[in-house]
């Protein structure tokens, strides 16, 4: 990330379209703009993508049992108008990673390729 950004802040602290944008410029810089990864981060298996319009987390469903009809699902969505996480949408406690989280994650390269 480039310097003149500055310091990872707590998103919550910022508007949606300020993340996005910490999103892009993170995954530009490690020229992952626009391509979609699946990782292994905090022993989960996720996909992501970013573009310039959203950034998406999905986790990968681990149960072979369900039908492939449910491969993942969102855990947390950054947009220009909002900021949504497993919480939100689940309305219960989650221990999947939050916005924050994530944006550590991908800036500090703290997951495997799967």
């Known amino acids: 990330m480039k ?3 500055g310091p990872i802040r707590d998103p919550a602290e910022q508007r949606p379209v300020d993340v996005l944008q910490k999103f892009v410029d ?3 810089g490690k020229g992952l703009l626009n391509k979609g990864l ?12 970013c573009s310039e ?6 986790r990968i469903n681990d149960n072979c049992g369900v039908s492939w ?6 855990v947390c969505i950054v ?4 900021i949504i ?5 689940s309305g219960f406690a989650s221990m999947e990673p939050g916005v924050h989280d994530w944006l550590r994650c991908i800036a ?3 997951f495997q390729l799967l």
């Open 3 to 5: 310097a003149e950004n």
């Open 26 to 28: 993170v995954f530009a």
């Open 38 to 49: 699946r990782i292994l981060h905090r022993e989960g298996r996720y996909r992501v993508f």
């Open 53 to 58: 319009t959203e950034f998406i987390a999905q």
């Open 69 to 74: 009809g449910f491969p993942c699902w969102a």
């Open 79 to 82: 947009t220009q108008d909002q």
């Open 85 to 89: 996480e497993d919480s939100h949408m």
């Open 108 to 110: 500090g390269g703290d």
